[in-house]
């Protein structure tokens, strides 16, 4: 009888220990995370990227889809995952709520809480982009998406959002002139009127590699590369800039004011620069992209706002984790990454990468028993917790 009831409390602590995490997972740790771009035949496997992660450090992973190879590899490794639903599915979750629940159940649902499947990203780059159609689905989606992962009870666990290239605004110099589109702004106002009921960022993706490369003759590139630069003043905020990303942040703001809302924050979740590009292509080389990457770090790692926004402390994702051979485009497109195939570190950044050594080192085995000793001794806090509330009552 006696080891019933302690059956009995066990069951209860371990789902209870559940529900914690599950409430207190994060949708962002620290400041630093990466993109998983999988378009590519000579990447490592899902779970060998688990392991990369962990031993890199980087906790915070957006992939731009829901691969269930991915999912599965980071169940129980803490690695907070921002999945994508690609544009391709977005008329069908916008044309239909209930698709989009059983895409929600399939693709998220069914994998917590053990892979912390904190976000999912609706769409990317669509607003600005070639597709009409796609800009008028848009908000339908979302909403879908929103409304089937609240009615699962994963609202406050699954943040919902949409990240937005560079061509949405208009006027970026200086920053404090940027404005949204015309014609993108009448897309843009609604989503953004959602999104601030709902708590979610704005989501951009900045290239000061594309910004440069649009007009060398101008922009200094020690500016692009966060590298000792005059930089700009702007005159309207009275505020000087020392790198282009930041910015590109502000200018961010400045357009989010300007269209009502004032309070959202700006996340970043693309920015890289490739390591090796066609002829004109001529910033991507192997010391631009590494300069850039080892002082974006630099610069995340401070924990600091912006100029215009001293308090929201800048998030990044990198683009991206690795090389991807078989996406198509400019050379540039394909060299972007900051890891080689084999997990190494493709330049230094200060990063330990994985040496062929080390990842045969460390199995998947071991890191899955360090999951598991994490999750014994959250349980054994919360049993010494329940104890005490229970001698109290
Ligand atoms: C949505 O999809 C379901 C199942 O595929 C179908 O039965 C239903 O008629 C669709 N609803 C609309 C509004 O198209």
Known sequence: MKSHHHQLLFMFLVFFAQKIELLTAETFTGTYGINYGRIADNIPSPDEVATLLRAAKIKNVRIYDADHSVLKAFSGTGLQLVVGLPNGFVKEMSANASHAMAWVKENVQ????????????????????????????????????????????????????????????????????????????????????????????????????????????????????????????????????????????????????????KKMEVIVTETGWASLGDTNEAAATVNNARTFNYNLRKRLAKKKGTPLRPKMVVKAYIFAIFNENLKSGPTSERNFGLFKPDGSISYDIGFHGLSSAESSLLSLKAVQSQGLTKSYILILTISAAALILFLKQ
């Open 110 to 261: 069914a994998f917590l809480p053990k892979t912390s499947v904190c976000g999912i990203a609706v769409g990317n780059e669509i607003l600005g982009g070639g597709d009409y159609e796609l800009w008028e689905a848009l908000l339908g989606a979302v909403k879908n998406i929103y409304n089937a992962v609240d009615k699962l009870g994963l609202a406050d666990v699954v943040q919902i959002s949409t990240a937005h290239s560079q061509a949405v605004f208009d006027n970026s110099y200086p920053p404090s002139s940027c404005i949204f589109r015309e014609n993108v702004a009448q897309f843009m106002k609604p989503l953004l009127e959602f999104f601030s009921q709902i708590g979610s960022p704005f989501c951009l993706n900045a290239y000061p590699f594309l910004a440069y490369m649009s007009d060398p003759e101008n922009i200094d590139i020690n500016y692009a590369l966060f590298q000792k630069t005059k930089g700009i003043y702007d005159m309207k905020t009275d505020l000087h800039y020392d790198n282009m990303l930041d910015a590109q942040i502000d200018a961010t703001y400045a357009a989010l004011e300007d269209a009502g809302f």
